[in-house]
Nanobody
Framework: QVQLVESGGGLVQAEESLRLSCAAS????????MGWYRQSPGKQRDLVAT???????NYADSVKGRFTIFRDNAKNTLYLEMNRLKPEDTDVYYC??????????????WGQGTQVTVSS
């Protein structure tokens, strides 16, 4: 059973930094992508950053140059380093693990989410 447990969210001022962590367990070998998504109430969940099994990364345009996704395979932990935070980064952040077979064929696993609030 896949378990993803996020931590590290909180309340910060604009221009400050936060690091989110996602401890993963029970991961099947077929998981080939992990990532961070964020969502506001009543809105769709949006991609923030992903990292493939091979280490390729992808970022939303709004976070490029400010956020970094990386992982520690020995600790089975995924991270999101967030720098120069802006009020518009305020959201619930979700850890994702996925078996991606094609653009329209994927199986997703989600964590419970962690709140990030950035005050101006």
């Amino acid at each position: 059973q896949v378990q993803l447990v996020e931590s590290g969210g909180g309340l910060v001022q604009a221009e400050e930094s936060l690091r989110l962590s996602c401890a993963a367990s029970g991961m099947p070998f077929s998981i080939n992508e992990m990532g961070w998504y964020r969502q506001s109430p009543g809105k769709q969940r949006d991609l923030v950053a992903t990292i493939t099994k091979g280490g390729s990364t992808n970022y939303a345009d709004s976070v490029k140059g400010r956020f970094t996704i990386f992982r520690d395979n020995a600790k089975n932990t995924l991270y999101l380093e967030m720098n120069r935070l802006k009020p518009e980064d305020t959201d619930v952040y979700y850890c994702n693990a996925a078996i991606v077979r094609s653009k329209r064929d994927r199986k997703d696993y989600w964590g419970q989410g962690t709140q990030v609030t950035v005050s101006s």
